[in-house]
């Protein structure tokens, strides 16, 4: 049981171009979410799905873009890379039971835009 | 009023001694609420729930205030292994998961 599991670990891209985060979870949660956490701040929701098909916008999805077609992997899309999107980003699975939610996270993606 | 607060230290705290933070929330109709911790380049992973009563796990007790509207996590005899940043987290309930706040950096000095 790999938990939540999340590729590449750390990325240099210039400004412009794009790529996707890959991640990925093998305990049947529902639930997945995107978030970036820049230094010193708090985590911050980009996209979330509560489901294999069904996407919606956090607090921050400018720039970015997502997919659910499997329960198991919800891949993150930059596609014109720009310096304000330096950051970390952790994808997060969870299984909702009654209100009491504990979110696993995945290891984390470096990304540098220069 | 933003809506979960943490004073961010650090906190500096000699190995043994008792530290106690706090968080604030500003929307009262919150939910859920945890205690995450975060080491240094790691992913936050879940401390310990916060339950109405109180609840304790081993060292750490957690407490919610819900008419007051904040949280608070206890560590005694503290480890140097408790060294790391604590992040607040409430559910507000919806599908949306959950609001962090910035994290409280704490240092155990031996």
């Known amino acids: 049981n790999a938990g939540v599991t999340q590729t590449p670990k750390f990325r240099i891209l210039k400004i412009g171009q794009s790529m996707t985060l890959q991640c990925a979870q093998d305990m049947n949660h529902n639930y997945m979410y995107w978030y970036r956490q820049d230094p010193g701040m708090g985590l911050k929701l980009i996209y979330y799905s509560v489901g294999a098909g069904i996407t919606d916008k956090g607090e921050v999805p400018n720039g970015y873009n997502v997919s659910r077609s499997t329960t198991e992997d919800f891949p993150l899309r930059l596609e014109l890379a720009a310096p304000s999107q330096t950051s970390v980003y952790f994808c997060?699975?969870?299984?909702?039971?009654?209100?009491?939610?504990?979110?696993?996270f995945g290891p984390g993606t470096r990304l540098l835009v220069l | 009023r933003k809506e979960v607060e943490q004073d961010p230290g650090p906190f500096n705290v000699p190995e043994g001694a008792t530290v106690a933070f706090n968080c604030t929330y500003s929307n009262s109709a919150s939910q859920s609420f945890f205690w995450y911790r975060q080491d240094c380049r790691k992913e936050p992973k879940l401390l310990m729930s916060?339950?109405?009563s109180g609840n304790e796990d081993g060292r750490f007790t957690a407490q919610l205030n819900r008419a007051s509207q904040y949280i608070s996590l206890l560590i005694r005899d503290s480890k140097l292994s408790d060294s790391a940043t604590y992040l607040c987290?409430?559910?507000?309930?919806?599908?949306?998961?959950?609001?962090f706040g910035k994290g409280t950096h704490l240092i155990i000095q031996p």
């Open positions: 916060v339950y109405s």
């Open positions: 987290v409430v559910n507000r309930g919806g599908a949306d998961g959950l609001t």
């Open positions: 997060a699975s969870s299984y909702l039971r009654g209100g009491q939610e504990t979110q696993y």
